[in-house]
């Protein structure tokens, strides 16, 4: 037999829409309408039950009366990419005059019971953008580009350039340029004879060394004259170095000046 349609106003008529964020119990609101002159029982079901609350989820409506059923979304977290299969589903009966509402659901017969499936939306609530204007400029209608000089105003650097070079006939910056040249000249020549200075030296502390150990494996007065003449040797280079380092110093003192 055909199956009995809902006699009973469901609003929303196909869908439940939870709005998020779902980080908190979100709340959706269904409404029950008895139109008819009879009294009826209604009862709610979910697919989801340990996700849902419903208040109240069964009772009965008299003649053109309104109900608000709270239906309560438990916090989850949301996927958006993630498609929610969750359905409720109106059952309702038309209450006789002979039976009990405490039996009511207890002997149904199913050819005068009567549902509506609903499903479930969830929509996440994201803040819609700003777009931003733009901004109209007023333009005078009398501006003639063609013919309107336009002044350029040069940009101010926060970079200082650098100093001016005094011109090549200053015969006193010809002259400190030549001495700076000599200097520098006769700088790198004390460099030089200083680093000849010190392979000599390195050279002499190798011969030392050998002589030293002939000295221990032959010990005499022809030893010890020897070791004699090679620490002279040692002392008048050390005081060369000294020399040449003293000579440098001046110099370098005199270039900044």
Known sequence: MPKTNQILQIEP???????????????????LTNPSDYKVAFKIKTTAPKRYCVRPNSGTLAKGETMSISVMLQPFEFDPNEKTKHKFMIQSLI???????KDLWQEVDKEKLMDTKLRVVFENEVPAAVEEVPKEVDV?????????PVTITPHKSNFK??????????????????ENKAL???????????QQLKRVAMSETKTTAATA???QAAPGPTGISLLFHETTNIILI????VASFGIGLMLSSRLGA
């Open 238 to 241: 050390l005081g060369l170095l």
């Open 213 to 215: 150990t002939t000295l």
């Open 13 to 31: 008529p196909e869908a439940l829409v939870f709005t998020g964020p779902f980080t908190e119990v979100v709340k959706s609101t269904l409404s």
């Open 95 to 101: 209450i006789a005059s002979n039976m009990e509402e």
């Open 161 to 178: 350039e650098d100093p001016q070079v005094p011109p090549s006939g200053d015969n006193n910056f010809q002259r400190l340029m030549e």
């Open 140 to 148: 005078p209608n009398n501006l003639d580009i063609s013919t309107d």
């Open 184 to 194: 520098s000249s006769e700088v790198n020549r004390y460099k030089e004879e200083l």
